[in-house]
């Protein structure tokens, strides 16, 4: 085998420096190429041709266009480094290259390839003894998230909220994690020892101990936090100084939410479409800031009645003062991601169009301030936080152009009269470029060749293009330079001296541009820690304007908040559907659980007449009361609560061997060994992914340890109406049920949840709307008045049993009408 040329060698030998599952962008020109197997994997990706030369597969893409092709990359779930250019190509030279960066879904940079309304979190995880360490890193805005866990169950929940879209384990702990996290990536595990990983954070921040960070004795936690700095700082080479110290999340200020009551309850996705979900109907930010901030109110609720009573107290100053809500709003959505941007610029990698962003952004800031002054007396703190650095904003506003390019190096950057030298540079090469133009005019008519064209190129500058048909009348004085199919190029002694000129300039000018590009980024670092505390105050302001104008044009109430257990609403409607129902109108209902007189509600009646839909929109209610919003009711009195379960609907999970009853057993079994007093469960059909008998008794002792032992606020919706015995037998068990009519054996849903138990479940009418077969329906009717006649008979499954249906009448094999009966829980 030949040995490899230069060039090839320094590719191998970066290639040889990077892990395998990495691809290596590699810098030739105007394009990234990749090769080996790099390009075997990236090219199908990329959707581009895989091509081979000299026996090497390889491909390539434009650099101007390599972000599109990166973002595929990264979609893919690969990683991808970067390889530039850092010196000048020189001939018979080798150009210097190294790597810049290296690009992962947990760390893009360029905000066109993120989602503005949602963070980007590159997560770690380490598991010291019994105890689950996280730690949660979004490098495009600076938050640094740290927690600790005694459950697995308390771990998986909080990363259900997180979504990162980049995870990191231990390799030494793979069996320990990959059950749960099958597409984690797995990283050195001596980066999560505790003694090097908190080393390196306290190192990063220059401070003797990591307590102040609110980790003392949080060793797993804080491994985490080493091992995702080890992560960003040594293997993908990212700036981390802009990173904010890390945050403890203490669950005992917020109302936790599992990952299947997060899933149930549609809260940020759903089946049936993002239109469909909470966040969707209430997300009215005008800022990418504040979508983010509401994104994590819905996730993670407080418990804490100070801070939800002044969230409430300034929507309601916003609602009474609906003019000033406009103007606020109106200035709002002036305001860019300044998190984003800022940070992007404190990391030496923001473009001249982030300075423009930023500039606009700081405009709003006073008129915005005047606007809130009177309505934010809860909120003063958020004024106080809100800085409009009016020199900055006047700098970048008199400095850049109104037409900014993305490239730092493309010029046009700086406005006509801020530096003079820059001025000078301009006015010369503007100069040599309108003498190279009378030039032209000038050889037409000295030589006759009326055709006759200045041009420039990048190899050969400028020069005289004549073509072939007129090569007779060239002067003695031309030199010529190249020869073309239909013409030929010359250059003359006074075009190259002004060609030194004009070029001299152009590129003094442009390097003189980004130096004062440079200048202009690093007067804004200077600012960092007032543009943070400013786009903190923005994405509270932005959000807590969102909800005021969700309630107004929503007519949503403000709840009552105690301390207490009760949960009172009166005409309460589900936030989401109410919005997203087109064909008819929505039916709002009223609840009323009390500690002692009706904390358990039973809920009973058919498929299909709502009582999923109203057992949720309760806990919708609960939800959104508890991050301070005001709720879709006409009132409401709600006591605040610790968690918020819900079990619903039927899934199971193939990935672990999981039944659907597996997983519903799973999750009541989360919700009995986890509820308390202060907790709201909503359970729907708990039981019926087994035998009827099996199923009933399984719910009716769920029923009874949520009233008895954990006496928690409980919707138990469900078929067995044998459970509605419960409330003769428990003081706090009510009955209720969802009204229907029937008329010409038709059902009409009404909607409506009335006291008292349902007479029946109408599961055959039900089903005649789902377009069932009529002998089918037939059938099922004789079968079901059998069923009520001798449901507690061994025998009345055998003697359902009919192998010639067209000829054996169901009537001959009954017993008779006054057969005894037993009672199912006659105990």
């Given amino acids: 085998m030949s040995a490899p040329t230069p060039m090839m060698a320094q590719y191998l030998a970066m290639r040889k420096s990077l892990p395998a599952d990495i691809i290596l962008f590699y810098r030739l020109g105007d394009f990234y190429e990749m090769f080996f197997e790099d390009a075997k994997t990236a090219a199908p990706i990329m959707n581009v041709a895989l091509t081979k030369r000299g026996g090497t597969p390889m491909c390539g893409v434009p650099y101007h266009a390599a972000q599109n092709y990166i973002a595929r990359l990264l979609k893919g779930g690969k990683r991808v480094a970067i390889a530039e250019q850092t ?3 020189v001939p018979g030279k080798l150009v210097e290259r190294e790597i810049a960066r290296i690009l992962t879904a947990g760390s893009i940079d360029d905000l066109t390839l993120l989602d503005d309304q949602r963070p980007n979190y590159l997560v770690a995880l380490s598991k010291i003894g019994k105890n689950h360490g996280l730690a949660a890193i979004d490098h495009t805005t600076g938050e640094f998230i740290i927690a600790e866990f005694t459950e697995s169950a308390q771990l998986l929940d909080e990363l259900a909220r997180i979504s990162p879209s980049e995870l990191l384990i231990p390799d030494h702990q793979i069996s320990d994690f990959s059950a749960d996290h099958p597409t984690a990536l797995p990283y050195d595990g001596y980066t999560f020892q505790p003694e090097h990983a908190h080393e390196l954070v306290k190192k990063h921040y220059n401070v003797h101990s990591l307590d102040g960070f609110g980790c003392a004795g949080l060793i797993a936690a804080a491994s985490a936090a080493g091992a995702a700095l080890h992560y960003l700082i040594h293997q993908l080479r990212r700036p981390c100084e802009h990173l904010n110290p890390p945050r403890l999340l203490e669950n005992d200020k917020h109302v936790l939410i599992d990952q299947a009551s997060q899933r149930n309850l549609d809260l940020i996705e759903s089946r049936s479409g993002k239109s469909h979900t909470l966040l969707a109907v209430m997300d009215r930010t005008a800022t990418p800031m504040g979508g983010r901030l509401l994104r994590s109110w819905l996730l993670h609720p407080l418990r804490d009645l100070e801070t939800l009573t002044a969230r409430q107290n300034t929507i309601a100053a916003l609602l009474a003062e609906p003019f000033l809500l406009s103007k606020a709003r109106e200035s709002l959505k002036n305001i860019r991601d300044i998190e984003r941007t800022t940070s992007r610029l404190s990391q030496n990698s923001g473009n001249p169009r982030d300075l423009q962003s930023l500039s606009v952004s700081l405009q709003q800031i006073p008129a915005l301030k005047e606007d809130l002054a009177s309505v934010l007396t809860d909120h003063s703190r958020l004024l106080t936080s809100l800085h409009a650095l009016p020199d900055l904003a006047h700098i970048l506003e008199i400095a850049l152009t109104d037409e900014l390019p993305a490239n730092i190096k493309d010029g046009n950057i700086i406005r006509d009269g801020h530096s003079p030298e820059l001025d000078e540079l301009r006015s010369a090469a503007r100069g040599g470029k309108d003498w190279i133009a009378r030039l032209q005019e000038d050889e037409r008519k000295r030589t006759g060749i009326d055709s006759l064209k200045i041009k420039f190129n990048n190899v050969f500058g400028y020069f005289i293009e004549v073509t072939t048909a007129q090569l007779s009348k060239v002067p003695d004085d031309y030199t010529r330079k190249q020869t073309m199919a239909n013409a030929e190029r010359y250059i003359t002694p006074a075009l190259k001296e002004m060609e030194n000129k004009v070029l001299g300039a152009e590129e003094r000018s442009k390097q003189l541009e980004y130096e004062l590009f440079l200048e202009l980024r690093q ?20 959000t807590l304007c969102a909800l005021a104008e969700t309630a107004q044009l929503n007519r949503h109430s403000r709840p009552k908040l105690t301390e207490g257990t009760e949960l009172i609403i009166e005409n309460g409607r589900h936030p989401v559907l109410e919005q997203t129902l087109t064909e008819t109108k929505f039916v709002p209902n009223d609840t009323e659980l009390l500690p002692e007189s009706s904390r358990l509600q039973i809920l009973t009646g058919p498929n299909m007449a709502g009582k999923s839909t109203y057992i949720r929109q309760l806990a919708l209610i609960t939800l ?33 061997g999981q039944s659907t009853f597996m997983v519903e057993m799973s999750e009541t079994s989360l919700i009995l060994n986890h509820a308390t007093e202060k907790s709201l469960v909503i359970l729907d059909e708990i039981g019926r992914g087994t035998a009827t008998f099996d199923g009933l008794s399984i719910a009716w002792a769920v029923a009874e340890h949520l009233h008895d032992t954990i006496k928690c606020r409980t919707l138990f919706a469900t078929h067995y109406h044998e459970l509605t015995d419960l409330a003769n037998t428990r003081a706090a068990v009510v009955n209720c049920n969802v009204a229907v009519r029937e008329w010409n054996e038709e059902i ?13 479940s109408y599961g055959i009418q039900v089903a005649r709307l789902a377009g069932l077969p009529k002998p089918v329906l037939a059938r099922a009717k004789s079968i079901l008045s059998h069923l009520e006649m001798n449901s507690a008979k061994p025998t009345a499954k055998s003697q359902l049993s009919d192998p010639k249906p067209k000829t054996t009448k169901l009537e001959d094999s009954m017993p008779a009408a006054n057969s005894p009966q037993m009672n199912l829980f006659d105990f």
């Fill in 87 to 89: 010196s000048q190509a």
């Fill in 523 to 542: 007067h804004v670092i200077t600012h960092l820690a007032q543009l943070k505390e400013t786009a903190a105050s923005i994405a509270e302001i932005d």
């Fill in 624 to 656: 959104m009361a508890q991050i301070g919003a005001y709720v879709p009711a006409d009132s409401a009195t709600i006591g605040l609560t610790d968690r918020i379960f819900c079990r619903v609907g039927a899934s199971d999970d193939l990935s672990r």
């Fill in 748 to 760: 009409i849903f009404l909607h409506k949840i009335l006291p008292g138990p349902a007479d029946k």
